[in-house]
């Protein structure tokens, strides 16, 4: 070797399985959220295999529990008469049988053959496992080779095994819905399933709703404008959204129009001072500015400073200049302002964004839950203290839940004599009306109401009495 000359050495290649598998045990053994720190688990793939990537790890954690049922099955037959399960094996077996069954009953452009033998593989590649490479192999195979329907749980006679199961929802959470919504339950369990849809909350800022249809429709991306909201455009088929035209020029934000809905309620005028509770990224908070047309002042507040520059990034590409950031715990508010109005996006169980983060599905719990309470409570107690009298406050979570939702709103009222519910049905669509409680609160059901699962409550300080 030549002075100056450098040695190239050949950075192995990493596969989109191989992410995927590293992601679902994690997720698993370590409580990673699916969503966080992709960028560097993707690092090295290529745009395809990224794609791919993503697919596999939310379609594994999508289906587990439908996953879970076709290899118990398998396990069973060969286990003759003993009860045998997936999840009695160590972690990454698992997630390996669960990752290869996903492609081989769900991707049809994978050849099942190609799915077996790369779980085989990677069930070789740890010398303590290996032994158990002819069961991944046995148990795939057979999978693969099934020529039969697989017999699901019927709902109409078996309702809780069928939510369990064939829509693979947690035990506790299948009693729960089953509890509160009866035959609803299945419809809210298979839209649980279903991928999510992509909406764009136009930027009223920079643009109108009409410039970017035209510009999507430049670009041949399918979508159509929303019955919802005024500023949404729901796209009908995946996309790279930062490629989407206008995108960096800031045109649009993605959000459901539940989200959407949220801010309308408020009814945030320019002018005022409002604060956002619960802020980050900053998709609501921008959307307040939208509505105030930049006028006025907006607190960001967020326990996380690392996602409140998320809130100012947002805020700099889509042209919002009213907003300050404010670091520190929604339920000392000691240095807040007197606001016009505060929007209280409060910490919840998310039940009602299962497509979008399908991890949550299994890891939440009743215990957890029942944690989220007194701090959900907590933060609409400190809140009202720094709303003017005539104010209003919108309580919102994603999640569809009573004890976090309806029940949490009626307590606070009880403790709270000055205040009361507003009317928000003026900000719903016609047909939503009738879903309103006492016309100040609305569970949104996304089997119903074609949105994800958000709740929505206005109160008025009326003062005390």
Same mark, same amino acid.
């Given at each position: 070797?030549?002075?100056?000359? $450098?040695?190239?050495?050949?950075?192995? *290649?990493?596969?989109?399985?191989?992410?995927?598998?590293?992601?679902?045990?994690?997720?698993?053994?370590?409580?990673?959220?699916?969503?966080? &720190?992709?960028?560097?688990?993707?690092?090295?793939?290529?745009?395809?295999?990224?794609?791919?990537?993503?697919?596999?790890?939310?379609?594994?954690?999508?289906?587990?529990?439908? +996953?879970?049922?076709?290899?118990?099955?398998?396990?069973?037959?060969?286990?003759?008469?003993?009860?045998?399960?997936?999840?009695?094996?160590?972690?990454?077996?698992?997630?390996?049988?669960?990752? &290869?069954?996903?492609?081989?009953?769900?991707?049809?452009?994978?050849?099942?053959?190609?799915?077996?033998?790369?779980?085989?593989?990677?069930? &070789?590649?740890?010398?303590?496992?290996?032994?158990?490479?002819?069961?991944?192999? #046995?148990?795939?195979?057979?999978?693969?080779?099934?020529?039969?329907?697989?017999?699901?749980?019927?709902?109409?006679?078996?309702?809780?095994?069928?939510?369990?199961?064939?829509?693979?929802?947690?035990?506790?959470?299948?009693?729960?819905?089953?509890?509160?919504?009866?035959?609803? #339950?299945?419809?809210?369990?298979?839209?649980?399933?279903?991928?999510?849809?992509?909406?764009?909350?136009?930027?009223?800022?920079?643009?109108?709703?009409?410039?970017?249809?035209?510009?999507? $429709?430049?670009?041949?991306?399918?979508?159509?404008?929303? $019955?919802?909201?005024?500023?949404?455009?729901?796209?009908?088929?995946?996309?790279? /959204?930062?490629?989407?035209?206008?995108?960096?020029?800031?045109?649009?934000?993605?959000?459901?129009?539940?989200?959407?809905?949220?801010?309308? /309620?408020?009814?945030?005028?320019?002018?005022?001072?409002?604060?956002?509770?619960?802020?980050?990224?900053?998709?609501?908070?921008?959307?307040?500015?939208?509505?105030?047309?930049?006028?006025?002042?907006?607190?960001?507040?967020? /326990?996380?400073?690392?996602?409140?520059?998320?809130?100012? =990034?947002?805020?700099? *590409?889509?042209?919002?200049?009213?907003?300050?950031?404010?670091?520190?715990?929604?339920?000392?508010?000691?240095?807040?302002?007197?606001?016009?109005?505060?929007?209280?996006?409060?910490?919840?169980? !998310?039940?009602?964004?299962?497509?979008?983060?399908?991890?949550?599905?299994?890891?939440?719990?009743?215990?957890?839950?029942?944690? +989220?309470?007194?701090?959900?409570?907590?933060?609409?107690?400190?809140?009202?203290?720094?709303?003017?009298?005539? !104010?209003?406050?919108?309580?919102?979570?994603?999640?569809?839940?009573? #004890?976090?939702?309806?029940?949490?709103?009626?307590?606070?009222?009880?403790?709270?004599?000055?205040?009361?519910?507003?009317?928000?049905? =003026?900000?719903?669509?016609?047909?939503? *009306? /009738?879903?309103?409680?006492?016309?100040?609160?609305?569970?949104?059901?996304?089997?119903?109401?074609?949105?994800?699962?958000?709740?929505?409550?206005?109160?008025?300080?009326?003062?005390?009495?």
């Amino acid at each position: 070797m030549t002075k100056g000359q $450098t040695i190239k050495t050949k950075v192995p *290649r990493v596969s989109a399985r191989e992410v995927a598998l590293t992601r679902l045990v994690d997720i698993q053994s370590k409580g990673s959220y699916a969503n966080l &720190g992709l960028d560097e688990a993707f690092k090295g793939l290529e745009t395809a295999e990224r794609a791919l990537a993503t697919q596999l790890i939310n379609g594994v954690l999508r289906h587990r529990g439908q +996953l879970d049922w076709v290899l118990n099955e398998v396990l069973n037959r060969a286990a003759r008469g003993k009860r045998r399960s997936v999840c009695d094996l160590p972690l990454r077996i698992a997630a390996i049988l669960r990752l &290869g069954a996903f492609q081989v009953l769900f991707l049809d452009r994978i050849p099942a053959s190609a799915a077996v033998n790369e779980a085989v593989r990677q069930a &070789g590649q740890k010398a303590s496992q290996a032994g158990l490479k002819p069961l991944v192999n #046995a148990v795939l195979r057979q999978v693969a080779a099934r020529e039969t329907p697989w017999q699901w749980p019927v709902f109409a006679d078996a309702p809780l095994d069928a939510l369990m199961w064939r829509h693979s929802l947690p035990e506790w959470l299948s009693r729960l819905w089953l509890e509160r919504f009866g035959p609803e #339950a299945e419809a809210l369990a298979t839209w649980s399933v279903a991928p999510p849809r992509l909406c764009l909350r136009v930027n009223t800022l920079r643009c109108d709703r009409q410039q970017v249809c035209e510009a999507l $429709t430049r670009a041949m991306v399918p979508h159509r404008v929303s $019955t919802v909201s005024g500023d949404g455009v729901v796209l009908d088929g995946p996309v790279v /959204v930062t490629e989407l035209p206008g995108y960096d020029a800031g045109w649009f934000y993605v959000q459901d129009e539940a989200a959407m809905l949220v801010v309308d /309620v408020l009814g945030a005028a320019p002018g005022e001072l409002v604060i956002d509770v619960g802020a980050a990224p900053g998709g609501k908070t921008t959307h307040l500015a939208q509505c105030m047309r930049n006028e006025g002042q907006i607190l960001a507040v967020d /326990v996380s400073a690392a996602r409140l520059k998320l809130v100012e =990034r947002n805020c700099e *590409r889509l042209g919002v200049g009213c907003v300050r950031v404010l670091c520190g715990d929604g339920q000392v508010v000691e240095q807040w302002p007197v606001a016009d109005r505060i929007l209280l996006d409060v910490p919840c169980s !998310g039940l009602g964004v299962l497509p979008r983060k399908p991890d949550l599905r299994f890891r939440q719990t009743p215990v957890q839950i029942e944690a +989220l309470l007194s701090v959900q409570q907590g933060l609409l107690v400190s809140a009202a203290k720094r709303l003017k009298v005539g !104010g209003t406050m919108v309580y919102s979570t994603c999640t569809i839940n009573l #004890a976090e939702n309806q029940a949490q709103v009626r307590a606070f009222l009880r403790s709270h004599p000055g205040f009361e519910l507003g009317d928000l049905t =003026r900000d719903l669509p016609e047909a939503w *009306r /009738v879903d309103c409680e006492d016309r100040g609160m609305i569970q949104l059901l996304p089997h119903r109401h074609g949105v994800d699962g958000f709740f929505v409550a206005k109160l008025i300080k009326k003062g005390d009495r």
